[in-house]
Nanobody, 122 residues
Framework: QVQLLESGGGLVQPGGSLRLSCVAFGSIPSTDAMDWFRQIPGDAREWIASIEADGRTSNGAPMKGRCTNSRDIAENTLYLQMNNLTPEDAAKYYC????????????????WGQGTQVTVSS
């Protein structure tokens, strides 16, 4: 079973930047997509960004235009570069693998990391 470990969170001032990393321990099929989500206690998880198996990227509304996600397949690492952070971006950020529909049908399940906390405050 793949395990995901996020890092790079911490305290940043408003307007600052952070780069989050998500290292996968174990082999992730090249057909998997990977996503970033965030969550504030008591709220539902929000989709932040995705990178598909073919490399296409997309961003969700909360950080559209302020984040860039990328994937280093050789290093089994996913990155999320976040810029111009505001206090509303404070949350726990999670990475997530998303198997292909064929793999879901074959019984594979998605995997979540434990999350990394981001705090935005002056």
């Amino acid at each position: 079973q793949v395990q995901l470990l996020e890092s790079g969170g911490g305290l940043v001032q408003p307007g600052g930047s952070l780069r989050l990393s998500c290292v996968a321990f174990g082999s992730i099929p090249s057909t998997d997509a990977m996503d970033w989500f965030r969550q504030i206690p008591g709220d539902a998880r929000e989709w932040i960004a995705s990178i598909e198996a073919d490399g296409r990227t997309s961003n969700g509304a909360p950080m559209k235009g302020r984040c860039t996600n990328s994937r280093d397949i050789a290093e089994n690492t996913l990155y999320l570069q976040m810029n111009n952070l505001t206090p509303e971006d404070a949350a726990k950020y999670y990475c997530h693998t998303r198997p292909s529909m064929a793999d879901y049908g074959a019984g594979r399940t998605s995997v979540w990391g434990q999350g990394t906390q981001v705090t935005v405050s002056s």
